[in-house]
């Protein structure tokens, strides 16, 4: 028998609220620098290769579009690739020549572009022997996405070594391969690479289920 004051269990289930995203508020909490906020001590940001590391230095930047074809102004990446040797450096130091882990984020200002500074990282093989081309791995946070995505960027100049990468050929079609390929630029004697991040649409990036 229900008391006269007591709530049933029907009354007590609350409606299921929605889902959570990166947003609004990405850079604030993550970004702080884009944010216009003072640093954090050890903030981790995009230089992930100091002058004196070893390597091809390179700069790798892009823009993050989405599915009506607008800049994604409030996005933060996260990057994890190999050193020049193809040697992931498990530790985070700022004061290392080289880290293997990165963050950066697109700006609000002007062309909304996302850069890091870094080496061209080298080869690296799966637990099956079988090698990969030279990669970056990029995770992808912004608002209205519920769960962050993954992808990679590829060189352009690695042509032989991206035909035979097995994580590329594991992608059917040669088109969508393509979304993963960054071009090869110089600009006042530097090397950089270019590789924006379609989310959505014509022209989406592939994206990965690791």
């Known amino acids: 028998m ?34 216009g906020l003072p640093k954090r001590d050890e903030e981790l940001w ?4 100091r002058p004196e590391a070893e390597g091809e230095h390179i700069e790798v930047i892009g823009k993050v579009i989405d599915g009506n074809g607008d800049l994604v102004r409030d996005a933060l990446l996260e990057a994890w690739q190999t050193d020049a040797h193809g040697e992931y450096q ?27 500074i870094t080496v ?37 100049d690695e042509a032989e070594a991206n035909a035979a990468c097995p994580v590329l050929n594991a992608i059917e079609s040669p088109a969508r391969r393509q979304t993963l390929i960054a071009k090869r630029e110089e600009v006042d004697g530097k090397v ?14 592939v994206f990965f289920d690791f």
Request: net charge neutral; hydrophobic share 35%.
């Open 192 to 205: 950089r690479y270019r590789l924006d991040i379609r989310l959505q649409g014509e022209g989406e990036t």
């Open 46 to 49: 995009n230089q992930m290769a």
């Open 120 to 156: 061209k990282p080298g080869a690296v093989a799966l637990s099956n022997g079988r090698v990969m081309a030279p990669h970056i791995n990029l995770a992808i946070f912004a608002r209205g996405i519920n769960i962050h995505l993954q992808t990679r960027l590829y060189f352009e």
């Open 90 to 116: 498990p530790e985070y130091d700022q004061h290392k020549p080289f880290n293997s882990f990165g963050r950066t984020a697109t700006t609000a200002e002007g062309d909304s572009e996302w850069s890091l």
């Open 2 to 35: 229900q008391q006269p004051n007591s709530v049933s269990c029907s009354e007590l289930m609350l409606r299921e609220t929605a889902s959570q995203t990166a947003g609004p508020y990405v850079h604030i909490g993550l970004a702080l620098h884009v944010a």
